[in-house]
């Protein structure tokens, strides 16, 4: 128990000494993660907008193996990255292996089945009415898309927050795609991986902390979006 | 007719809602610059045929021709000219200003947007200082009803469809609404077509009625039409007439259908006569008694629209004020309407 | 001129003991090549070197090592420094083992059926143990109840241990972070030490450029020269945790 | 790249050889995240449906905390749970440390915000009619909360499957309290980043493999539920 | 009136939105087994009204008595008994049959459930057969609307709510409707209050009618508000007199209010008088141009609610069969409306 009390305290030292391995762990982490966020969400707002909203074949099918997809081990998307940017791998002369841009690739990968299937369901939720509404007004497809999203914000909202949890937290990919190496591709989770490793439960818990830190900045930064 | 001057062509259109027929209209023509009134019970298909002629959905089989062409949906030819109020009109999760300008942002029209957002406002009756600020949530019903009335005005379309607009509208915006689909009409040419239940309402903004019932379209504007049960003694129980019998002893004697499938008869107005007095040797004529339950002005064709109830059935006739003052016509008079039994037609 | 840089693949006791953050500084002054290191179980450290992700291992796993020698993956093997490894206990010495012989020691962990933490993830560490049940006489245990396999890395397999009142083997640097973690007070204490066989070589690997080309086959000799050279050597003999002593520098 | 393919000829090999290791493991995985989820879900539910319906005080932090815990690190809720029901813990006694149960706590603890914040999210955006209708009708309290929830079912199906793909892919949780233990509290995840660190990439794919098979069976399962 | 015969007793009631104040009655007092009508414009409080005599909302000031006792939303002893239809009825994403069963089932009422939804679907006019199994969204807008007061009627509450309940629903299931309130009360003692915008039906159902202008209640009935702008130039300038001058020309002259606050007048029916000529000598007295619009019968009270347009504004008077025989009036006729500038209430 001692060690949870020493991992507060750990945390604010960590934080005002400005520990340069904290801090340069701190902003792999959220660049990696920005990066990440930002091109899952770009590319699965769209998948789930599409899944939602239109009826077509195979659709209840696509929808399991999406939400098979949100089952995917975040070693084993690691393994696949891997496989593709080792140097003797399809992409290995791109070097993205051990790099944050490496990690950011695999955290897409983990983070765009959330952001689509979140998005999806909830774009289902939305009132016929409101779709021959927009219809009727003259709305073409690309407006459609974006009035239909800006209607569901606040279930965007929760899928893009879960995802970004699920992102800054996630060992696998940064471990196996970043390799953990000090100064470059560690990032917070990894970091703790290493403390707790070494049986330093104290820094494990503080690195925690730091990152619970972030995510709560973040999320208060987010709730002004958020329904009045 | 040229072509340009119709608006609207349907041919052979059917629609389905899985494997229900609700829509059969083999041909049927809408003007360039007319009103047209859709007048039919619940559930005759109304909201369907609104819902193609804006073409936010494609029949099940058959064309609808726009100027002369076909056109689909989200064809760009007529996305943003042909717009319908809903029958249950949805607001964006946005103000009221945002709602009644979504239609213009999407066209890029964006001149002078607060004004034109205030008039359209005022059209409806509604205060621009109050409303335009207000959530989507802070309406009453009718005030809601309205402010969708309002996204639709201020898009000027060509071709303007109103789903019920004045249901859970007060007297007084029902007027306004009435006057705004006129001044679309004249102003810039705009073709109407509008479903409502109301029926002077319907009657007093008007050129054309259609009838709807059962998806099949009766072009002359509004009939009376008796569903069954129908029973097969007849006066003569030859097999030629059927009977309706209502509740309170009066039957009505109909020429039976050459079809088996008719479950509905049309008396059209024309073939039915009001008189204060029944005519003693009658024949088969149906002389049913009943009162006048109202008398309602069609302001443009100075012509009153009368209900009158047999029982528990209503029907509908149009008489001149001469007919009316003649015989001293008032609400809770007791009348008599005459038609014939062979001047039905089955549906 | 551009700096150059070498990723070096090594196990997590070099660096969970803080060696490397004390050394590579100094190999970077002298030589100005940046050296990168990522840290994982022994199995995968070779694994990478096999799919050149590296250019250099630092490992102590030596049968291992000389397997993938000959599998013409690796090339020059320079052993650099050694440590030793202990089996650990509870205080109470339950099977009691306290100062047997390895051997001795682990026939009477099997015969009592006193719980044993083995690693099993075939690390360095864990290839060693496996060699101390052969060299006992003992099949490999598997599914016997006693034997536990944690298949994590060593200080989480001691605290598996402490938890369950249970013998491990460990190398002597993670004992010693565990002890200090534990205030000096540890609930299990060292019951076998010093047979020769619970040596622990490391040596310095470089990838043959036969299957690795593109590995910087020049900056990783250097590296291992380095390793080897007396100033390197001199400061791993220096090198001390929590006031212990912990690799003891053999470079020939 | 090849052991991406070997993988795939392992998993088949696996599964059918009967190989008791790989399904002990799977055992382990099936119940630990099957009573995680049934906690949670149990408990997520009702918290989500109150803080999506009702509006008070204080509603829009406790979403941001909310937020913020879907941040938590599993290592970190592993050690705390650790810090628990470790001997020296204040549940030492029960014995939870290196037990399935020790890990469906952690997992529940993991799950609960993912359940809770897309529940509240979808029961959020229930329209206010509805609210209206049933109230008119005569529900009572309990009433509200089932028949809200049914009429949203679709969203929390997608809660629910989101909140499964993290407890059975999480691994810090099962490290940290399950630890590992072959043929008692290995799952699959555990079993992969071992495999991994042993160099065995083939191995790590064809356990992930496996998860996602189970995963595959259980969303199709539930895809019955599906809107048609 | 005993206790018992009260259902509703609201005291001091008052209802904000936000800041904005929708509702406040003194004092407002609804009989057991009574059918009150209310009428009034857009966002003049009618729902918020319903809803808060449905517990479904606290009043922000003031107290409900309900049969004596004051009550509060989800108390046990109103939960079950009073039910509102409300204005935007909202179905259930089930069948048609597990919607109107809702109500029961929660009740734990499930004898002859089929029979009795059977039998529910046939009061608003549906058939079992066609409709129960159907999806809450495979329905026309006025079907869905006949669902919903299916729904409130198979519970046989003591106290039945409508809002809006004939919106949208054609004339037939609007009798129908009509007749299932009616039997509500006399079959089971019901009290009902019913917002509708169709005065006609609405008069033909309810036992008492009250008017709500921007949250006040007139408890006489329809009666008759004239909304400003006003001008202060009378015929006698001399500041007790306010004027509205209608686009035609014709000059409406009312006698100040006391308060300043006021923007509305109400101009009793009481005090209107109907006649075809203008009288010479007129004084003060208003004497408007206009002509008949609408004439409806009051079923059960055998009078004649006219509506008479004054250019744009619309009068509406009760009048008997004689008074209508007498001088011959029908829809079109041109009348004349009198009524003395002191006879205004400012409100
Ligand atoms: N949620 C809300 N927030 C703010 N104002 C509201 C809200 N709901 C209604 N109002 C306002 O309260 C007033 C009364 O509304 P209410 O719905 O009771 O009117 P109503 O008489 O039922 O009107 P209608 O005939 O249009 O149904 C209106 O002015 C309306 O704008
Ligand atoms: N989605 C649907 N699936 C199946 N049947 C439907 C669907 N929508 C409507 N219907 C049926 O189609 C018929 C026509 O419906 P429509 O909405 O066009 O009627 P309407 O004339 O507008 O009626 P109302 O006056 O009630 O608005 C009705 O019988 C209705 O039950
Ligand atoms: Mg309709
Ligand atoms: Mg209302």
Known sequence: ?228 | MTQKEITYHLKDIQHYYGNTKVLDIADLKIKKGSITGLIGPNGSGKSTLLKLLAFAQKPTRGNIFYKGRIELPFSPTVRSKVTLLTQKPYLLKRTVFENIAYGLKIRKDKKHLKERVKKALLTVGLDDQKFAVRKWHELSGGEAQRVSMAARLILKPEVLLLDEPIASVDTESAGLIRKASLKARDNWGATLVIASHDLQWLYSISDRQLSIFKGNIFSTGLENIITGPFLKSGIKSDGKTLVKKLDDGQIITLKAPGKKTCTAVVIRKKNIAISLEKQLDNGLLNQLSGHIVSMLLEEKKEIIMATISIHNLAFILRLTSDQISRINLYPGKKVILKFHPNDVEWI | AKTESLMMATTTSTDNTGLLDYLIPHFEKETGIILKWTATGTGKALKLGQNCDVDVLLVHAPPAEKKYIASGFGKDRREVMFNDFIIIGPEDDPAKIKGKSTSDALNAVKSKQTAFMSRSDDSGTNKKEKLLWKNAGIQQPDKEKWYVQTGQGMLATINVAQERNGYTMTDRGTYIKYQSTKGGNAPLKIMVEGDDILLNQYSVLTLDPKNCPNAKYDLAFKFSDWMASQNAQNLIKDFRLLGQKLFIPNAK
Not at chain 1, 31 to 46: E, F, Q, R, Y
Not at chain 1, 80 to 91: D, K, L, N, W
Request: charged content about 15%.
């Open chain 1, 1 to 228: 128990m001692d060690f949870i009390v020493a991992g507060f305290i750990k945390a604010i030292e960590l934080l005002i000494s400005g520990d340069t391995s904290t801090w340069t762990a701190v902003w792999a982490t959220i660049k990696v993660s920005t990066c990440s966020m930002l091109l899952s969400i770009g590319a699965g707002l769209p998948c789930g907008f599409l899944l939602g909203y239109f009826d077509f074949k195979g659709k209840k099918h696509l929808r399991t193996i999406l939400d098979t997809m949100l089952a995917f081990p975040t070693v084993f998307i690691g393994l696949m990255v891997y496989a593709f940017i080792s140097r003797q791998g399809p992409m290995g002369e791109l070097g993205l292996l051990f790099t944050l841009t490496g990690i950011a690739i695999g955290q897409t990968i983990l983070a765009f089945p959330i952001v689509t299937a979140i998005t999806a369901s909830t774009i289902e939720n939305i009132d016929h009415d409101f779709k021959l509404t927009l219809v009727t007004l003259g709305a073409g497809k690309r407006h459609i898309i974006t009035t239909c999203l800006w209607e569901v914000r606040f279930g965007i909202l929760a899928a893009a927050v879960t995802a970004y949890g699920r992102v800054l937290t996630e060992v696998g990919i940064s471990m196996m795609v970043g390799g953990n190496i000090k100064y470059h591709t560690r990032t917070i989770t990894t970091a703790i991986a290493l403390e707790t490793n070494k049986g330093l439960f104290a820094d494990g818990i503080a690195l925690g902390l730091v990152l619970i830190m972030i995510a709560f900045i973040v999320n208060l930064s987010l709730s002004f979006l958020r329904k009045q």
